[in-house]
């Protein structure tokens, strides 16, 4: 089994150097991860700058870019094979709910997934690294179990996985869900350069909106690691003829005399 490990934290994060140990424990294990930290950069693609890759003492590579950017690298000529898994993580904190918008971390795995690759995004739920070795045990543990269910090598798939900040024996069940969703980001903060210009700054993440039962959030907050397939197409399939017919009420309006 070959696996390609990326993140969004940086090539040098804690969290994926504990993924790293424990998954060259099963696997053929090669490392490909941003420079800096590169939280929120979702999907982004670095287009307009040249990229370049390093390798650091340990033997992971890093480059001067994206999370998508490091996959993308990887998978288009970096590695010279295709590997049977992408994983991204161990992230510093949840990506449950609209997060998954934003996240590097699931922006990685998603480069995964559109070049065909089967990709996981696992991520632990409170910061600071408290329990790690046990959330990289569980990750390893969860890839082990899809690797003899044969889900490996397969048509591509995309899981993002949250984890509990517990030790392992407090870890509940593997918990399939659905997301939940957050209110509104906490207002922007402003503050005044030192040469007097207003500077701003991304507030936090909402708090938890919907948490209810069957929800990544509720999982979590009961001890559970929770699952979530996710899938790229956008479409919103539920309207797709009330906007058919919309269309076609637009396209029979009579133009104004002014447009004509």
Partial sequence: MKILISNDDGYQAPGIVALYNALKTIADVEVVAPEHNNSAKSNALTLHSPLYVREAPNGFRYVNGTPADCVHIALTGLLGYKPDLVVSGINNGANMGDDTVYSGTVGAAMEGYLFGVPSIAFSQVERDWVELDAAAGKARDMVAQLAQQKLLGTKPWLLNVNIPNLPAQQLGAVKVCRLG??????????????RGETMYWIGSAGAALDESEGTDF??????????????????????????????????AVEPRKEDA
């Fill in 181 to 194: 969703r957050r209110h509104s980001a906490e207002p922007v903060i402003t503050q005044v350069s030192p």
């Fill in 218 to 251: 509720h999982a979590t907050a009961h001890g559970h690691v929770a699952m979530t397939p996710l899938k790229v197409d956008l479409t919103d399939h539920d309207h797709l003829v009330y906007w058919a017919q919309t269309a076609a009420r637009l396209e």
